[in-house]
């Protein structure tokens, strides 16, 4: 039989959320792309929470949409209910969460697909990754991607692959003793795959993760339940979408509790669980637990929160969030109907755990280029992540970094004082991870300003350099930024006097009145005082944003209609945590001096004196691309990192000294 081979520029495995994101990225920059799944039905899909976004990840997603992404255009399409969470606090944690209708948000992300240029859609299982050995100068050996091969049979040859596997590798899925070798609801597992990457000398671990049971809303009581309602104005996740065509109806998601009678189902069971019987061997998510990890850790609470959630709007399937379970089907009947509103409750597809072969991330640089494998990314699940968001964002990067190295470029790397995306990354390529890693506003240590409102204003100008951010919204950046300075000079060069007006409209606002004049500037920082309320003593105000608006569109062109609702956003941010930021600011200056302090990709750490062994070790482990990277490894000190910046530095002093010989 003749053997039949095809010629791409990148191979993307998996068409899930990094998937996806990672083959448009690629085909947006003109690399002939496939992307291959074991089910066209699968893309995009979203097999666990009907939602995207929520806490932290919200930013995440923000912050993918600024360098070119796909995801929050999606949701922004597909939602059903949407909400700004954490609103009652600070900024830095205000995070977008939107339901999405799962069955829309997969056929929208296909169409983009389908219909995205340079990019072809192959349903085949890849079951081969194809190389060829090679060495660099100094005869250190490392590995070549040359292609993939297919279950048929067939070679697709390319300069790039990238893995985005998910869940899929050597999958299955377990209810109480029920054990089925499937991939998430049921689709086809990835089984040959893994031997593969080991063949390669690729590090594998086995991770856990699991879902809750869908319920028949029509078996609901939601009268027992606190109805939970979106947003009466909806923000719209991604900055290309124009917010007044995201304001519609919206529907409901509701709230109950588990109780005692819940805990005791679950305890009297809990040696028919895989996880507490021995049968899972994989690890489970520290943050997003089951129902019988959450009864058994946290003894003492009394009642855990459940969200009913709907799948749909076509669907009468409802999510059940917060008791994902691995628990046997007449367990599961047993407890979910102890639950205040579920009493008759009918279930759809049973609630499970997966589990599922990924890699140790440690084996990729910051570009999500595996360090002996040169050609091979990977992105997701596969990199020991969760979550849709993480993945996606993984997938973008991942995508971009493989058509950089295709056409010559350099990569995209971002660090930990410019986006969560940096903080996810570096994470999981330094950290050794023993379970599925989740994004969290307090992993961000200058979360400040990295905010979900700024995003664009941070990373929409790299996504224009490298390719995937046009020249009509990159300009429109320009106009917001401008706008932003010229607005934050006249508040803080305006001011009004401590007349009679003034003092009774702060009197109404339960300010205090002004013994002195003071700019609107430092009005504005008064936390009972806003932008918006001020307009009733800034008489000037609208003459002035009309020019600054007219001289923004003759400098950068059309300036859209609702831009300068997120420009007044910005400058109260900045004006009332303006001494937060600049100290926040010169925390990042001092970071940025030990991310630049490179060390060498061939640096020998035996010749380092006084480098504890520890630290000797793990550093010739992880390889880190720079001072500060290798000063978040675990097992290395500050006397450590000290003992290292020594060294270079006399290293730099003896290099300088032969070139000038």
């Known amino acids: 039989m003749s053997e039949i081979r095809e010629k791409m520029d990148v191979c993307v ?5 990094a998937g996806c994101e990672a083959a448009l990225a690629c085909a947006r920059l003109g690399l002939e792309t496939v992307i291959f799944t074991v089910s066209i ?44 969470l954490n609103v009652s606090k600070g900024p830095a944690v205000h995070s977008l969460r939107a339901q999405a209708d799962k069955a829309e948000y997969s056929r929208a992300m296909r169409k983009v697909l389908e219909n995205q240029e340079h990019l072809t859609i192959k349903q085949a299982e890849v079951c081969e990754l194809l190389w060829e050995d090679c060495s660099d100068p100094d005869k250190t050996p490392y590995k070549k991607m040359t292609g993939v091969k297919t279950d048929t049979g067939i070679i697709y040859e390319c300069k790039a692959v990238i893995l985005c596997t998910g869940t899929y590798l050597k999958a299955r899925c377990l209810c109480g003793e029920s054990i089925t070798h499937t991939g998430p609801n049921g689709l086809q597992a990835a089984n040959y795959l893994t031997q593969s990457l080991e063949k390669m000398g690729i590090e594998m671990r086995r991770f856990k993760t699991g879902t809750p049971a869908r319920m028949d809303k029509r078996s609901i009581d939601f009268t027992k339940m606190e109805e939970q309602f979106g947003d009466e104005k909806i923000i719209p996740f991604s900055f290309s979408t124009d917010p007044d065509s995201v304001q519609k109806d919206q529907v409901s998601c509701w709230l109950t509790y588990t109780n005692e009678q819940t805990h005791e189902i679950i305890r009297g069971n809990l040696d028919r669980s895989p996880i507490y019987a021995g049968i899972i061997e994989g690890t489970g998510p520290r943050y997003c637990p089951s129902i019988e990890d959450k009864v058994v850790k946290f003894a003492d609470k009394e009642r855990h929160q459940v ?9 009468n399937e409802m999510y059940v969030g917060g008791m994902s379970s691995s628990l046997p089907e007449d367990v599961q009947i047993a407890m979910y109907r102890t639950v205040p509103g579920l009493e008759n409750c009918k279930i759809v597809r049973n609630a499970y755990a997966i589990e599922y072969d990924c890699i140790n991330a440690r ?9 002996r494998v040169k050609g091979l990314f990977s992105g997701g699940q596969f990199n020991g992540s969760s979550g849709y968001e993480e993945a996606a964002c993984q997938g973008l990067i991942a995508g971009i970094n493989a058509s950089m190295e295709i056409l010559g470029r350099e990569p995209l790397v971002l660090d930990r004082s410019e986006s969560y995306i940096g903080v996810l990354i570096d994470d999981l390529v330094t950290k050794d991870n023993r379970e599925p890693y989740r994004m969290m506003t307090s992993r961000a240590e200058y979360r400040l300003l990295l905010r979900q409102d700024n995003a664009d204003l941070r990373l929409r100008k790299k996504g224009y350099e490298v390719g995937l951010i046009s020249e009509e919204q990159y300009k429109e950046l320009q106009a917001k930024k401008y706008l932003i300075e010229k607005e934050v000079n006249r508040l803080k060069n305006t001011t009004v006097g401590a007349n009679k007006e003034v003092q009774n409209f702060l009197e109404s606002m339960g300010s205090s009145s002004l013994k002195t004049a003071a700019s609107l500037a430092e009005l504005i920082c008064r936390p009972e005082l806003s932008y918006d309320v001020l307009g009733f003593i800034d008489s000037d105000r609208e003459k002035y944003v009309s020019r600054f608006i007219r001289e923004a569109e003759n400098i950068y062109g059309i300036v859209s209609k609702n831009l300068f609702d997120a420009v007044i956003e910005q400058v109260e941010i900045e004006i009332k945590y303006e001494g937060y930021i600049i100290r926040q600011q010169r925390q990042v200056e001092q970071y940025k001096k030990m991310e630049k302090k490179k060390i060498p990709e061939n640096m020998d750490y035996d010749k380092v004196p006084s480098l504890r062994l520890e630290a000797r070790q793990k550093l010739k482990e992880f390889r880190p691309v720079s001072v500060g990277q290798a000063s978040r490894i675990s097992g290395v000190s500050p006397a450590d990192v000290s003992v290292l910046l020594v060294y270079l530095e006399n290293a730099k002093m003896h290099l300088k000294e032969d070139e000038c010989f």
């Open 363 to 371: 084996q990729l640089y910051p570009s999500l280029e595996f360090k």
């Open 307 to 315: 969200f009913i959630e709907p799948e749909g709007i076509y669907t």
């Open 41 to 84: 039905d699968s893309i995009a899909l979203m097999p666990c929470n009907p939602n995207i976004g929520g806490s932290s990840k919200g930013h995440l997603v923000r912050e993918l949409d600024a360098l070119g992404g796909e995801m929050g255009k999606n949701i922004d399409k597909t939602f059903i209910q949407s909400k700004m």
């Open 13 to 17: 495995v998996g068409a899930g959320h």
